[in-house]
């Protein structure tokens, strides 16, 4: 029987996608999956050091391992991803049932480190040097990702997958832990990805949603050619099978107009773009080191809106950062009223050790001050959404059904009829009654009902045209 392995997995898109590819790692090792840490004979915990809160979880989690590790001292305990490259060795400090410490950087070592651990019983820990322990060259290569095996089985949505195109961010923004915990810019060879979207597209892969920390970035440098997001996306269009390109997230700096035509002028590009904003106020944005201006962001906003038909825009926001005033604060929900973005990712400022922002300035805004704005700016954003929803209610939206809605999911699974989700050309989530059948089909639904985050509505013939949206979102 082949041991088995639980996987926990806190963060962001490229935290999920790189659980799928360590699991897929020690698959071919001969690991199975487990269900529950019980089950298991290996535990990790895939982590995030973006924010405070998601810190505090692992640790929590790893506190209640405690006594299970006890009881069962041949299983191993794991912890991987950014807190990992944070912390190191803290973590043995804090937890010290934990067995085994590997940053982002070293993720394709684990099936070696676990084969050792199970040798000899010894912790292991391997991470990625810091950006100030040697030449970029060395770094980035201590940075470097490993082969892109891939296991459908971890994908929470089956026709979606993730593609990672690049590693690495060399922006710097004060507030940011991510170039110390994932290292330098490095931008994947056009051929590679390409191969690996042809794979996913094999494995029955309809949307693929390409990522990176400024994912606009992306250039890569191939003998006299340099191929950039723009150029990526005309070849993964052309690619048989997939149906759907997401790219996130974007930076503002680097929205250029090749890539607002490409998002335009390619049938496959999802009318949708992820920009964040992160403030309303030239001085926060200069504080948070953004390298932009409120004016210039406004100018590309409205630059996308206009030439893309029936896009939607979102954007994240950090409320209460360092010395935020009343007007500074009124700044932001007024980018917001103004620009109306499909939705925010709105965060309470976390102070992380070793930036720019803890170094320079003092964490000041009282949490009552930075919960209340936190809400305010949430319920600005809240109507908005609704308001921006209304007109869908009696049109057709073609969406890709990614499978049982939340309610669904907790009934039997047995049941025939059940309640899906899935999402427009331009990321809105529909909700609609059909049939588990329909999972992984492109849909007309008409819309009902919508809020503030939801349309709800009703499968139409499939026969149907579904109405073009160009509305303005």
Same mark, same amino acid.
């Given at each position: 029987m082949s041991k088995k392995v639980y996987i926990e997995t806190v963060g962001c898109q490229m935290n999920v996608l790189d659980s799928e590819l360590v699991m897929a790692s020690l698959r071919k090792a001969g690991y199975g999956l487990a269900d529950s840490p019980r089950d298991a004979d290996v535990i990790l915990f895939n982590t995030c050091s973006v924010r405070q809160h998601a810190e505090d979880k692992i640790y929590s989690a790893l506190g209640r391992l405690k006594i299970l590790k006890q009881r069962h001292p041949n299983k191993i305990i794991g912890v991987l991803g950014c807190m990992a490259q944070k912390d190191q060795k803290q973590i043995f400090q804090r937890a010290k049932h934990v067995d085994l410490i590997v940053g982002p950087g070293q993720l394709f070592q684990i099936a070696a480190l676990l084969q050792q651990i199970e040798a000899d019983g010894r912790p292991r820990m391997e991470v990625s040097l810091g950006r100030r322990d040697g030449s970029r060259i060395r770094i980035a290569r201590s940075h470097e990702s490993f082969d892109p095996l891939r296991d459908p089985e971890m994908r929470p949505v089956r026709c979606q997958a993730y593609v990672r195109i690049m +590693?690495?961010?060399?922006?710097?923004?004060?507030?940011? +832990?991510?170039?110390?915990? /994932?290292?330098? %810019?490095?931008? $994947?060879? $056009? /051929? &590679?990805?390409?191969? %690996?979207?042809? !794979?996913?597209? &094999? =494995?029955?892969?309809? %949307?693929? +949603?390409?990522?990176?920390? @400024?994912?606009?970035?992306? $250039?890569?440098? =191939?003998? &006299? @050619?340099?191929?950039?997001?723009? &150029?990526?996306? %005309?070849?993964?269009?052309?690619?048989?099978? +997939? !149906? $759907?390109i997401k790219f996130v997230s974007n930076h503002p700096s680097d929205m250029t107009d090749d890539l607002m035509d490409a998002v335009r002028d390619l049938p496959k590009c999802a009318r949708y773009l992820h920009i964040p904003a992160q403030h309303g106020s030239n001085a926060v944005l200069r504080r948070m080191k953004r390298g932009y201006t409120i004016e210039e962001y406004r100018a590309m906003h409205a630059r996308a809106i206009e030439s893309i038909p029936g896009l939607a825009v979102t954007s994240d926001f950090i409320v209460g950062f360092c010395g935020e005033t009343v007007l500074e604060f009124q700044a932001t929900c007024d980018l917001v009223r103004d620009l109306r973005f499909k939705n925010s990712f709105i965060f309470k400022y976390s102070e992380r050790p070793n930036t720019k922002s803890a170094e320079l300035y003092i964490d000041d805004v009282p949490n009552a001050v930075k919960r209340r704005r936190n809400n305010e700016l949430l319920a600005i954003q809240n109507a908005i959404s609704e308001s921006d929803n209304q007109p869908f209610i009696g049109r057709d939206v073609e969406i890709l059904v990614e499978g049982p809605s939340k309610v669904a999911a907790q009934q039997n699974d047995a049941s025939q009829i059940s309640q899906l989700t899935g999402r427009t050309r331009c990321d809105r989530i529909v909700v609609f009654p059909g049939g588990r059948e329909h999972i992984g089909q492109i849909l007309p639904i008409r819309i009902d009902d919508v809020n503030a985050f939801t349309l709800f509505g009703h499968l139409t013939s499939p026969y149907a045209e579904p109405e073009m949206l160009p509305l303005r979102t």
């Open positions: +590693i690495g961010c060399d922006k710097f923004c004060t507030y940011c +832990i991510v170039p110390s915990v /994932r290292g330098p %810019e490095q931008s $994947r060879p $056009r /051929r &590679d990805i390409l191969a %690996e979207v042809r !794979q996913l597209a &094999d =494995e029955g892969c309809k %949307e693929v +949603i390409l990522l990176g920390q @400024t994912v606009n970035s992306y $250039r890569y440098v =191939e003998g &006299d @050619t340099s191929w950039r997001l723009s &150029d990526l996306l %005309e070849a993964i269009d052309a690619t048989n099978g +997939i !149906q $759907r």
